[in-house]
């Protein structure tokens, strides 16, 4: 099977490109290399790499192309407004509907939206695939109008499929600390205190990169009358955590000293979201707890596996390159 994943040198591609090369598949990834190469050098010889941008790419690179998998995007809210809006119009919206448009065109079987489930914004109910959608800022936003113009095409020879991805976190070979298990235990590593955005009481539903990965490669192996125009939420219900609270698991997970310090505005976002669906229509079940990621995290810290810079933050690195006329 011949699989193109977009954005597949990225925090989340760069893993699930090592995987799919692991099951066999025949795997090609588009990507503008924004964040560099590095997170693919090993791969090199085992993908067809192709260096191009998802609003202007050549039709011709998805010929013979049996899955598309689009994980190019500004994956990261933008609070601040340090990025033009309009940016994330055309990397966030109008790129997954031409990369989509154009995969159905060329006869391309399955097409899978990586999503967020950040587009339920804030709402006091436990979520379900079903529950409206209510984003709060651009990032969502424009995910979410995406992911409704993606679905729209899916028919019985084109199947599209949506994942609501809870907040991804554990290490890739693309690393980011913009993410919160991520961000707040890099914080305890370098100073011994977790900062924790006001008011702590806000939810997150929070899921592994290995296992995000993991279910983007049981859609892409599942039968196409379960997931074709369908959504799935991404993550587990054990998994849902106040984010106060999730600062303490981190520093008991890491059984060192710690102290909390808060920082910002009142985050606006909060969402508690089920994970009954992928589990009841697909079996899927993540595997990887919160405590087995920070260890994972402030072990690579230690060990000088991982590192802090500038590229590990999404908005401060594309607010660089949008600076530099890059973007």
Request: hydrophobic fraction near 40%; charge should be neutral.
């Amino acid at each position: 099977m011949n699989i193109l994943v977009t954005g597949g040198a990225g925090y989340i591609g760069s893993v699930l490109v090592r995987d799919l090369v692991k099951e066999g598949y025949n795997v090609k990834c588009l990507d503008r290399f924004f964040f560099g190469k590095s997170s693919l050098s090993e791969l090199t010889d085992q993908i067809e790499i192709i260096e191009g941008d998802t609003r202007n790419f050549d039709p011709k690179i998805l010929r013979n192309t049996d899955v598309v998998i689009d994980l190019a995007a500004i994956a990261q809210p933008d609070p601040a407004g340090l990025v033009d809006p309009l940016k994330f119009y055309d990397i966030n919206y109008l790129g997954p509907v031409r990369v989509a448009t154009l995969s159905k065109k060329a006869g391309v079987q399955r097409y899978i939206f990586p999503s967020t489930c950040s587009t339920y914004g804030c709402q006091n109910i436990v979520l379900d695939e079903n529950s409206p959608l209510k984003p709060l800022e651009i990032y969502a936003e424009t995910k979410s109008m995406a992911e409704k113009a993606v679905l729209s095409l899916s028919d019985d020879k084109f199947c599209v499929t949506s994942l609501r991805l809870g907040t991804v976190y554990g290490v890739s070979p693309k690393m980011r600390f913009d993410l919160v298990l991520n961000g707040m235990t890099l914080s305890l590593f370098k100073t011994g205190v977790i900062k924790v955005m006001r008011d702590g009481n806000q939810v997150r539903p929070i899921v592994h990169v290995r296992d995000v990965a993991r279910a983007i490669l049981t859609v892409i192996e599942a039968d196409m009358d379960k997931i074709r125009g369908e959504v799935f939420n991404v993550g587990s219900n054990d998994q849902n955590f106040k984010v106060l609270e999730l600062a303490k698991l981190i520093g008991d997970s890491i059984g060192i000293d710690y102290k909390i310090e808060w920082y910002g505005d009142p985050d606006t976002r909060s969402y508690r979201v089920s994970f009954d669906k992928i589990y009841n229509v697909l079996g899927f079940r993540a595997k990887f707890s919160a405590q087995e990621g920070a260890k994972e995290v402030y072990e690579a810290l230690q060990e000088g596996k991982i590192e802090d810079s500038e590229k590990t933050r999404v908005i401060r690195w594309y607010k660089h390159l949008q600076d530099q006329g890059i973007l």
